[in-house]
């Protein structure tokens, strides 16, 4: 059974910083390129950053600069390091891997208040 698991969301005041973590089971996690979305409120989802099998990177513009993302293949883990957080990157997070079939996690809210 494929599970992927978020954590590392909460409250935080504008300017400041979260780390998230999704980490996969039941899949050959190292071949795989991970995904983070984000979904606010009355938003579509939107992709936030990638990181592909060889890691390489790349990041919505709304969040160059910001926010890296990075995976650890003895942990079946990918991270998403958010800085310099602004209200507006308030929603839930996402990783998602793979496209047939896809995998999503049950997300973590992140609030950035100002």
């Known amino acids: 059974q494929v599970q992927l698991v978020e954590s590392g969301g909460g409250l935080v005041q504008a300017g400041g910083s979260l780390r998230l973590s999704c980490t996969a089971s039941?899949?050959?996690?190292?071949?795989?390129?991970i995904n983070w979305y984000r979904q606010a409120p009355g938003k579509q989802r939107e992709l936030v950053a990638v990181?592909?099998?060889?890691?390489?990177?790349n990041y919505a513009d709304s969040v160059k600069g910001r926010f890296t993302i990075s995976r650890d293949n003895t942990k079946n883990t990918v991270y998403l390091q958010m800085n310099s957080l602004k209200p507006e990157d308030t929603a839930v997070y996402y990783c998602?891997?793979?496209?047939?079939?896809?995998?999503w996690g049950q997300g973590t809210q992140v609030t950035v208040s100002s």
């Open positions: 998602n891997a793979g496209r047939v079939p896809s995998y």
């Open positions: 039941g899949i050959r996690f190292s071949v795989y390129a």
């Open positions: 990181i592909t099998s060889g890691s390489s990177t």
